[in-house]
């Protein structure tokens, strides 16, 4: 039996080796489809070591922007990067430290899935956001186009039947759009839809893609580094015989997020 993987989020640098590094190039897109104007009252929350709120300073030209995240272990790391203007606050989705109608736009970044109580989180999110503000969210395409968790599973799964209960793209039905979308219509948003967003990429090497996994930040990862070693190796093994490896070692995947946006 597979040991119950770890949804807790709390170093940062094997979380960027990991997925952090395709986090910051699926936030730049994400906000210029959600198009909000500048000077505006933004919170990411949830917002990890962030990308997210990086990409906020840099396209959208925010009045205020604050932070939101419950691992200081990630906090620590966005006070190292990002710049002193962003406030950063210890706090849940479930319990924002702002007061009502305090944000004009109201984000959150690969967060949703790992939300214990998401109408809650809804809700809170409709609380601290100004009358007709913006919503916007984004998941991982688990199930379908994330292509390094999907390669990752389908080896698991072929070696250990019994890891298909933790395979992402099982767990998190959010992980599908009209899921998504059927979320935040339920808590009382309008004018709510979706869209794909694809960005390439790249790994240098088998051990770019696969070394990772050995940092055990998320569900993935945890997962690995659950087995004896004799385990892991197999699935590595298995890993690499799945993946497209060009003849110079490098391997080309596609990473999906869906995202979805709304007015308050």
Known sequence: MPAQPSDNWQIGSPYERYVGRWSRRIAPAFLAWLAVPPAR?????????????????????????????????????????LPEQVDLRQGSA??????????????????????????????????????????????????????????????????????????????????RPDALLSAVTATGFGNAETTAIDIATLFESFEDLWEPFLGGQGPAPAYAMSLAEPARNRL???????????ADGTIALVARAWAVRATM
């Not at 990409?55 to 272990?73: D, F, M, R």
């Not at 390094?148 to 799964?157: E, K, P, S």
């Open 41 to 81: 009252r933004w919170v990411d929350v949830g917002c990890g070591t962030g990308a997210l709120c990086s990409a906020i300073v840099e396209c959208c030209a925010p009045a205020v922007l604050t932070g939101v995240e419950p691992s200081e272990g990630f906090l620590a790391e966005a006070r190292r990067t």
């Open 94 to 175: 479930a319990a924002i430290p702002l007061p009502d109608g305090s944000a004009d736009v109201v984000v959150s970044g690969f967060v949703l899935n790992f939300i214990p109580d998401l109408p809650a989180a809804l809700r809170e999110a409709g609380r601290v956001s100004a009358r007709g503000g913006t919503y916007g969210a984004y998941v991982w395409d688990y199930a379908g186009k994330m292509e390094l968790m999907r390669h990752f599973w389908d080896a698991a799964v072929a070696l250990d039947p019994a890891a298909a209960q933790l395979d992402e793209g099982r767990r998190f039905p959010l992980c």
């Open 236 to 246: 590595r093994d298995r890993l690499r015989e799945r993946l497209p490896i060009e």
